[in-house]
């Protein structure tokens, strides 16, 4: 359905934000994983035609994305990472405002629509308060009820979660499942349960390149039998990830936990672990920084 | 703290606002230096960098800076919220006094170095090559030093204090900047309201940026003490600053203990209401799912344009800035729409035209701070809200974002001046003023005013889409805007390069907006259709998402290429070309474009060329006879003259040169035996060749055809003269002036000075005899003879000197034949316009007068002051030479009166719409009525010589005839506020005039002297020597003098015969007109003791001085030798309402030089006492001359109170 070839963007101060990426994403939830930093917002911002990319193309259906932006944007929705607004109105006010703007001018219906919205992300009580006044997960309400409205068949949605408590968060994720399989929604985190609660499909993006991609069954599944975990104390860390492939450390109870990705186990008291998507994304990242590392060493 | 301040200053250092307005200033001043043009301070005979030149430039300077203190104050306090630093900040071991004060200080700091670019520009300035080294004086670093050190830094650090605690309190840059412009808005309406001389000192004192102080305390000096001395702390400086630093501690202190690290949360209010509650019933049966479904097409856009608009317009409305800005503003409003004072504290009636004025004075500042701040925040606010990527990324085209801002801006500046007109007409209402034009105010108040501003907004869109932030782009706004200021004066004068620009559109109610009007339409077109090109490359540029820039953004301008886009541009092209050619070919080709530099050298090379023939001996002109075709409509006037010239000199005559003015085009002319040698058409310059030699007495005539008109319109100077209703031509347009013609040439000394020039003499010395035989209004002809025909269109009337001898219509023309039965100077007008008539026979005399029919207000008191005068001046001075008189209005292009023969043009501007209902108001158009009559006698009978002293004879004894005629109408106490307001202008003219004051007989057509000092001195002469002395003496001048040129009168014939008359007083009549003497008088205390027998003694104290000055002001002590007024009042002379029965005593008395103490007794008691108390002196204080009483022992206690004392 929306299909990226070679996207690379490279800012004006020489930062390159995406290399060469390309990805082919079908109806239904897309994950897009990927670190603080990896270039997450500027292929969603991309997407949402808020950027020209530096090369490559986009083609949403029949629409090049690219050459075309007014074509994409009346069939798009978009909530960006980090949004404010209007300091005054309320969410009625801006919603309707939204609606006339996204082109649905029959007044009846806009009502219709606006308070089906807002009865839809629970923020009906409260449609009359000031915007300005809204709670983080109020506000991230707001801006999924904005991006739904004119029945876009594109949703991007960038970091939704980022900064929402777990009742938030359980509420938003329901509101995004709701949404159906018959449009294209791209949720790009860095948050691994988003992805693995929502998403049949997904990809891994780090230092502006997709370094994984699939369903997360098929990822979990290529790792299976090459993780192994193992306790530790606290000092003995640097000498595991010396010798050993370490993709994640956590804390557990005072003790160090260490995920390893090794093809056999790696002994020494090493347990095999059945693989999470969780790990699927920390070898991921620790494979590309490898790759990073090691090019650098080769330079 | 000081470690916080240091670090402050560095980190200001480095910012862009210290390095900018250190620029800014310094740039200003030194152009203001450099340039020609501007002067601030300097002139005359004060250095540009004398102390008083510094201390006005820096002030100046300082009021202007107000605009910079809040970047500085401002981020001190802010840029840690505006980073989001602040709740790191706040959380660390800062103290609070260490962050506050700290930050202040740093701040500060940087702001005096920033500012410091004032007076080092205009010390580098005075060392640049081309400031004129004759208006220089020594260099003095002390100077400099003094005045910003002592004056500058403090008045910056009181606005800084308030400015930063503004922003401490709001936290918030918009605020802070829109408080720093309300307190200088303030600061404006206070200068203000506080106009009237009775307010100065309180001015003076209230002043923060001690301006007024300044203006104050320097008011009366002379030129020596502006070159030499600067201002000092101690009286009105000294209390204006303990007054200020009060208020500003305790400013600082509030601030302080208000200012706290956290900052409060804030809290929504809970409600729900039983709507509400049904509200949430119904929200069940909300259906869900329904998406909508978009569409699009031209009613979609149309709805989404008119719905953004709406929305900018309601946010802009909305923000309480705004509001600040309108309250602001409506209160400036108000208080110009109520301050329509002409002269002598009089009013003028509410006219539709005034108003507007009124308006566009008061609301153009709020139109240029909303247009550069909201057309900022309006271009920026989806990406200041954070708001841009969800509204970027909507399928709303772009056309719909930039024409809905940019449409909202215009709105909300045309709202401004409804709202401005809305007062105004309530206003009128309130006046009970119902002649109200709607059309005036939708046109010149509306429409034709708010247009330049959309322009402007239009820039400034561009300007911010090309920016990268916001500040940048208000910035080159305010840039542009002053520099629209500067290039104006540097002479860059061509419309077509000024954005915006536009020519002058005087108003009238006679002639309304006229055809300036058109011209002015035309380059607003031109700038109309540039705009529109902005406009298109501001959609193009528009920024669609993230900030991107500005090279990637040009890839959007090929769109250029595309073919919708091309036609489009082609068109605006060719409207710019079509309307820039229009305005070209009119302000180029059909008037020749002249800069007011081009003039200069014009004149030069006139005087280069020309002036070699000054001295030719020429004939005379002793005959005229002119034809004059008006053509209103067509605004041109074509004259045919025969005119006879006479030899009056004892020479032969072999050639003779004329000089027609430049406003004349010479289509015909021919000289009896005479062949035309030259002709210069550059300067209008004929020389003929006489074939036979005229002889002395020998008569020839002159024959010649000229044509004026104003063709299309100029980027200058078009005529005021030519217009469709109220044509006011005087002779010196049309007619040459025989021989070289001085005032061809350049008379400033400045500039002549710049062009190598000599100062020229402003008049010929009052011993030159050579021109005792010359009159001052022109050389080169006397008393002639004069008829003319006249012709005009047949809806108005055309009136010129002389009698009507006949009128007729023939066609769609009407003619007037008018005829002098006696000579007359050669000086005649013609008025042409829709006239009403009021006419009035009275002692054979027919008074009429010629007015713009709604302006009726003060017809009467025009015919009652021609009545009063001619009974006062027939019995005063002579018989009155004509059989009639006729007041003519005429636009308010022009605002003053002139006495020409038995005709008087007067400006609808000054007397016919002056409102003198108010009371003890000064009845203006009856003054100047009184005035212009006196002329018939002090101009027209005796006309003086073309010498220093000249227009004493004209002009002071025809404000002497105005006042007594005055006098005889409201009684003496009246003068008293006349005089008043003379005297203050006076000494403020001496101060200023460029070549130094002359004595009152050496007057060279300096109008403080003899206007103003003529007025103070004529009544204090008529005091002390007696109103039928010097009545006597004007008889004697007129029998010597009247109607003859052979000599004209000078200024010593009248003294000789003053002294002749009055023995007695030669000393004082010395004082009065052949010295510049200045006396000082004042009342220290007195004292009232009500004594047994019912009587009251009183005691006062004087001080009287009298000083001699020279040109430049230096004074030499005098004996003060003359009685003088000692007055005993129950009620104060300056109270409105006063009267002679308030008035116990008033006598001479005679006055020791110095302090000295007067007793007398009176009958009643007394409150006010005062010496000189109706400033009939040149006193140079006269505020200190009345007193109220100081004690007073009454009686029943005196027995005590006398024992102690």
Known sequence: MLSINNLTHTYPNGVQALKNVSLDIPKGMFGLLGPNGAGKSSLMRTIATLQQPTSGTIQFGNVDVLKNPDDIRRTLGYLPQDFGVYPRGSAYELLDHLAVLKGVTNSKERKEVVEGLLVQTNLFEVRKKKLSTYSGGMRQRFGIAQALIGDPQLIIVDEPTAGLDPEERNRFHNLLAEIGEEVVVILSTHIVDDVADLCPNMAILAGGQIISKGTPAELMAALSGSIWKKVISKTELDDHKASHNVISSHLSVGQTVIYVNAAENPGEGFEASEPTLEDVYFSAIADSRATVSATADAA | ?1205
């Open chain 2, 1 to 1205: 703290m000081l470690r916080i301040a240091a670090q402050e200053l560095r980190y200001m250092l480095k910012s862009p606002q210290t390095v900018v307005g250190f620029s800014i200033f310094f740039l200003l001043s030194f152009f203001a230096m450099i340039s020609t043009n501007v002067t601030i301070g300097g002139g005359g005979n004060v250095d540009v960098n004398s102390p008083y030149a510094i201390t006005q430039t820096l002030l100046v300077m300082n009021v202007f800076g107000v605009f910079v203190v809040p970047a500085f104050m401002a981020n001190a306090i802010l840029k840690d919220v505006d980073h989001k630093f602040d709740g790191i900040l706040f959380s660390t071991p800062l103290s609070k006094p260490d962050y506050l004060l700290g930050r202040f200080f740093g701040a500060f700091a940087a702001l005096v170095i920033a500012m410091s670019g004032t007076p080092i520009g205009m010390l580098i300035g005075t060392f640049w090559p081309n400031v004129d080294p004759e208006t220089l004086g020594p260099t003095n670093l002390w100077h400099y030093f003094y005045t910003y050190v002592a004056l500058v830094v403090p008045a910056m650090l009181v606005v800084s204090a308030i400015v930063y605690a503004i922003a401490v309190k709001s936290r918030s840059l918009m605020y802070t900047y829109l408080a720093a412009m309300g307190l200088l808005i303030l600061y404006f309406i206070g200068q203000n309201l506080l106009q009237a001389p009775e307010y100065r000192e309180m001015k003076a004192m209230a002043d923060p940026l001690v301006f007024s102080t300044f203006i104050e305390i320097t008011r009366y000096w002379t030129a020596v003490e502006r070159n030499s001395t600067l201002i000092s702390y101690d009286g009105l400086l000294l209390i204006n600053r303990m007054i200020w630093f009060g208020i500003t501690a305790a400013i600082v202190a509030a601030s302080y203990f208000m200012f706290s690290f956290r900052a409060p949360a804030k809290l929504a209010k809970e409600r729900v209401n039983k709507k509400e509650a049904a509200d949430l019933a119904r929200k069940d049966q909300i259906p869900l799912g329904n998406k909508g479904t978009p569409a699009w097409n031209k009613a979609t856009s149309w709805a989404q344009f008119k719905l953004r608009t709406g929305f900018e317009v309601s946010s802009v409305y909305k923000s309480l800035p705004f509001m600040i800005i309108i309250g602001f503003s409506l209160f400036l409003l108000l208080t110009a729409l109520i301050n329509r004072t002409l002269a002598y504290g009089i009013e003028a009636y509410p006219v539709t035209r005034l108003m507007v004025q009124a308006i566009q004075g008061g609301l153009g500042l709020a139109l240029i701070v909303v247009l550069i701040f909201y057309s900022a925040d309006i271009i920026w606010r989806e990406r200041s809200a954070k708001f841009n990527e969800i509204i970027d990324a909507l399928p709303t085209p772009n056309w719909v974002f930039v024409v809905s801002k940019l449409v909202a801006l215009a709105f909300i500046l045309a709202s401004i001046m409804m709202i401005g007109i809305a007062s105004s007409i309530i206003v009128q209402l309130v006046n009970g003023y119902s002649a109200i034009e709607i059309s005036t105010y939708l046109h010149r108040g509306l429409f034709h005013f708010v247009t330049p501003f959309i322009l402007v907004a239009i820039l400034s869109a561009f300007v911010q889409v090309l920016s990268k932030n916001r500040f940048i782009g208000m910035m080159i706004m305010v840039l542009y805007l002053i520099s629209t200021q500067v290039l104006q004066v540097l002479g860059f004068e061509n419309p077509l390069y000024r954005f915006a620009g536009n020519i002058p559109t005087p108003m009238s109610d006679m002639n309304g907006s006229g055809r300036f009007i058109v011209g002015d339409y035309w380059i607003m077109g031109y700038w109309a259709a540039v705009s529109v090109f902005l406009l298109m490359v501001t959609y193009l540029l528009w920024n669609r998402g993230t900030l991107q820039p500005l090279k990637y953004r040009i890839r959007h301008l090929r769109a250029f290429l595309s073919p919708g886009m091309a036609t489009a541009t082609a068109i605006v092209f060719a409207t710019v070309v079509g309307t820039g050619g229009f305005v070209y070919y009119n302000t180029h080709i059909l008037n020749e474009f002249l800069t007011t530099d081009d003039l200069e050298e014009l004149q030069v090379s006139y005087e280069e060329k020309y002036r070699q023939f000054a001295d030719l001996p020429m004939p005379r002109t002793i005959d005229v006879k002119v034809d004059i075709d008006i053509y209103p409509y067509r605004r041109r006037v074509e004259a045919r003259s025969s005119q006879i010239l006479e030899n009056k000199t004892d020479a032969e005559i072999t050639t003779v040169h004329m000089v027609f003015p430049p406003t004349a085009e010479v289509v015909d002319i021919s000289m009896e035996g005479a062949s035309l040698a030259s002709f210069d058409e550059r300067f209008n310059y004929h020389i003929f060749d006489l074939d036979v030699p005229m002889q002395p007495s020998e008569k020839r005539a002159l024959k010649f055809e000229t044509l004026m008109q104003q063709r299309g319109f100029a980027h200058a100077r078009n005529s005021v003269t030519l217009v469709r209703n109220g044509t006011f031509i005087n002779n010196t347009e049309f007619a040459p002036y025989i021989g070289f013609w001085p005032g061809g040439m350049m008379a400033d000394r400045n500039t002549r000075r710049e062009y190598d020039l000599e100062p020229l003499p402003r008049t010929p010395k009052l011993e030159d005899a050579s021109q005792y035989g010359n009159n001052y209004i022109r050389q080169d002809s006397d008393f002639v003879s004069f008829e003319t025909t006249v012709s005009t269109v047949a809806s108005q009337r055309v009136v010129a000197p002389g009698y009507l001898e006949r009128e007729w219509t023939e066609g769609d023309r009407r003619y007037f034949s008018y005829k002098m039965d006696a000579p007359i100077l050669n000086f005649y007008s013609y008025l042409s316009a829709e006239y009403e008539v009021v006419r009035e026979e009275w002692n054979d005399l027919l008074i009429e007068v010629f007015h713009h029919k709604p302006h009726t207000y003060n017809v009467g008191r025009m015919i009652e002051g021609v009545k009063d005068s001619v009974t006062y001046f027939n019995k005063a001075f002579s018989p009155y030479q004509h059989r009639q008189v006729r007041i003519l209005e005429f636009p308010a292009y022009r605002t003053f009166a002139q006495a020409f023969p038995n005709t008087i043009p007067y400006s609808e501007g000054i007397g016919f719409i002056a409102d003198i209902s108010g009371e003890g108001a000064v009845d203006m158009p009856y003054y100047v009525t009184a005035h212009e009559m006196a002329h018939q006698w002090w101009a027209h009978q005796v006309m003086s010589a073309n010498t220093q002293g000249g227009t004493m004879l004209v002009e002071t004894l025809a404000q002497y005839g105005a006042l007594l005629v005055m006098e005889q109408k409201y009684g003496k106490d009246q003068i008293r506020k006349f005089l008043k307001f003379e005297l203050d202008s006076y000494l403020s003219g001496r101060a200023t005039d460029p070549e130094g004051e002359l004595p009152l007989y050496k007057v060279e057509n300096q109008q403080y002297i003899h206007y103003r000092k003529g007025s103070v001195i004529m009544y204090a002469l008529k005091d002390y020597l007696g109103e039928d002395v010097v009545n006597r003496s004007l008889r004697r001048l007129i029998e010597m003098r009247a109607f003859r040129g052979d000599p004209y009168a000078i200024s010593t014939d009248l003294i000789t015969i003053f002294k002749e008359e009055a023995p007695e007083n030669v000393r004082l009549i010395e004082d009065f007109f052949e010295k510049i003497t200045i006396f000082d008088v004042g009342a220290t205390e007195s004292r009232v003791q009500e004594l047994a027998d019912g009587t009251f003694k009183v005691s006062i104290d004087v001080d009287v001085s009298k000083v001699y000055a020279d040109a430049e002001g230096n004074e030499t002590d005098a004996m003060f030798d003359i009685p003088v007024d000692i007055g005993v009042f129950s009620k104060s002379p300056a109270e409105a309402g006063f009267g002679s029965s308030d008035v116990i005593h008033l006598q001479k008395h005679q006055v020791n030089d110095g302090t000295s103490t007067i007793e007398l007794i009176v009958k009643n008691r007394p409150t006010f006492v005062g010496i000189d108390p109706y400033n009939k002196l040149i006193d140079r204080n006269s505020n200190d001359n009345l007193r109220a009483v100081d004690t007073v022992d009454i009686l029943a206690s005196n027995e005590a109170s006398n024992q102690s004392r």
